[in-house]
């Protein structure tokens, strides 16, 4: 089955610093992978996507992805941190066997602090 | 324009009874997903619809259906609802075959009592 997986729970950063949300990828064949952002009581924004192409993937409000297919890892990254990037972070991979569906991974909580 | 809409925004019911939740997508989007997101589960695929026709179901039992009327429009039913349903449900848009961008309504908040 392809899946994801969000090894840290919460990250916390200093505003201005840069951070990093952690995702690694189980899959057969090519991966599809995403990430979205969702905020309290609202649905998930979607950040960026890697289908093919570039390892760097440059997505909404200043977030990038840099595609790892020797570590299998999908890192979401921003060089300066703001606090209104506390949110909640999931990393996605579509699932092959179920047509387009997406597998998520169970979600990283940013704290950024003032 | 437009993004995708889901009717209710909040829904309390009582076990046993049923609940019908709807979903507008994006204009020119034919596919429409279903999710249920819960605290312990996390996010979980129910199904698809394309065209009016279900593609593919994720692990839930049958009080779980859909359906997709000729206007995109989607709806999803729980029947003989459980306490373990009360879930925020999340519907999801794309234009079709060979589209990832999937686009996601700010869900429906089921309180199951």
């Known amino acids: 089955a392809q899946s994801v997986a969000q090894p840290e729970d919460q990250v916390n950063v200093a505003e201005g610093n840069p951070l990093t949300v952690k995702c690694t990828y189980s899959?057969?064949?090519?991966?599809?992978l995403f990430w979205y952002v969702q905020y309290p009581n609202r649905g998930l924004q979607f950040l960026l996507k890697?289908?093919?192409?570039?390892?760097l993937v440059k997505g909404s409000y200043g977030f990038e992805a840099e595609f790892n297919k020797s570590q299998t890892s999908f890192h979401l990254k921003k060089p300066s941190a703001l606090v209104s990037d506390s949110a909640l972070y999931f990393c996605?991979?579509?699932?092959?066997?179920?047509?387009?569906?997406?597998?998520f991974g169970k979600g990283t909580s940013l704290l950024v602090t003032p | 324009k437009a993004g995708v809409t889901q009717t209710p925004r909040y829904l309390i019911k009582t076990r046993g009874q049923q609940v019908t939740l709807s979903c507008s997508p994006i204009?020119?989007?034919?596919?429409v997903s279903w999710y249920q997101q819960t605290p312990g589960q996390g996010l979980q695929f129910l199904f698809e619809?394309?065209?009016?026709?279900?593609?593919n179901k994720g692990n839930f039992p049958g009080r779980f259906s859909g359906r997709q009327f000729s206007n995109s429009r989607s709806e999803m039913n729980v029947s003989t609802l459980e306490l373990g349903d009360s879930a925020l449900y999340l519907c999801?848009?794309?234009?079709?075959?060979?589209?990832?961008?999937?686009?996601f309504g700010s869900g429906t908040r089921l309180t199951v009592v």
């Open positions: 204009s020119g989007h034919r596919s």
């Open positions: 899959v057969s064949g090519n991966p599809y």
């Open positions: 996605a991979v579509r699932d092959t066997n179920s047509g387009y569906a997406l597998n």
């Open positions: 890697y289908i093919t192409g570039d390892n």
């Open positions: 619809y394309f065209s009016e026709t279900q593609r």
């Open positions: 999801a848009s794309r234009t079709g075959d060979g589209d990832y961008g999937y686009t």
